[in-house]
T-cell receptor, first 117, second 110 residues
Framework: DTEVTQTPKHLVMGMTNKKSLKCEQHMGHRAMYWYKQKAKKPPELMFVYSYEKLSINESVPSRFSPECPNSSLLNLHLHALQPEDSALYLC????????????????FGPGTRLLVL | SQQGEEDPQALSIQEGENATMNCSYKTSINNLQWYRQNSGRGLVHLILIRSNEREKHSGRLRVTLDTSKKSSSLLITASRAADTASYFCAPNTGGFKTIFGAGTRLFVKA
């Protein structure tokens, strides 16, 4: 299995809703990432997990809450979002070798297109 | 943080022509990667070139790296309509943080 899956593909939510995005990979990768991408812009890094521990938080607002329950799963919990949070949310994973090499190739999922009303 | 800057921002060519995209960056890198993104989809890794490499090929793709000029180029030969996509470079200085450049939007006309 050489892919990263994301669910749902599309999500519409109100500003008072709570929802979660899910990402899954079975490639044995130990680094997993969340990116946010606005239209016609590059992906922007939000969070990185390494060996199920949060390694990077790019000053993301607390209304986004990541969770890595195990080495194959990555969630992004959403609460009280704003319309400007509407974007494509991309998950990625990479075969990180702890402390030895920089992580190289990232494998991306197809993304969740989020619309906040 | 390290971010690539790509040039041109947009490129329109005829099928069969070659497409060249350039990426410049500011500090020393471990490697530089190129990714492709079809409209509204996830990114696909194309090729990685390490700092001690000067050129790399993969099928119709050729990537060069000039660390003295802090620049890289991606050449797609004999382009096809299916190559229409956005292309991003991603210089990596080590660690997890990947900062993607603004991207080049390539349109290949059939």
């Amino acid at each position: 299995d050489t892919e990263v899956t994301q669910t749902p593909k599309h999500l519409v939510m109100g500003m008072t809703n709570k929802k979660s995005l899910k990402c899954e990979q079975h490639m044995g990768h130990r680094a997993m990432y969340w990116y946010k991408q606005k239209a016609k812009k590059p992906p922007e890094l939000m969070f990185v997990y390494s060996y199920e521990k949060l390694s990077i938080n790019e000053s993301v607002p607390s209304r986004f809450s990541p969770e890595c329950p195990n080495s194959s799963l990555l969630n992004l919990h959403l609460h009280a979002l704003q319309p400007e949070d509407s974007a494509l949310y991309l998950c990625a994973s990479s075969p990180e070798r702890e402390g030895l090499f920089p992580p190289e190739t990232q494998y991306f999922g197809p993304g969740t297109r989020l619309l906040v009303l | 943080s390290q971010q690539g800057e790509e040039d041109p921002q947009a490129l329109s060519i005829q099928e069969g022509e070659n497409a060249t995209m350039n990426c410049s960056y500011k500090t020393s890198i471990n490697n530089l990667q190129w990714y492709r993104q079809n409209s509204g989809r996830g990114l696909v890794h194309l090729i990685l070139i390490r700092s001690n490499e000067r050129e790399k090929h993969s099928g119709r793709l050729r990537v060069t790296l000039d660390t003295s000029k802090k620049s890289s180029s991606l050449l797609i030969t004999a382009s096809r309509a299916a190559d229409t996509a956005s292309y991003f470079c991603a210089p990596n200085t080590g660690g997890f943080k990947t900062i993607f450049g603004a991207g080049t939007r390539l349109f290949v006309k059939a």
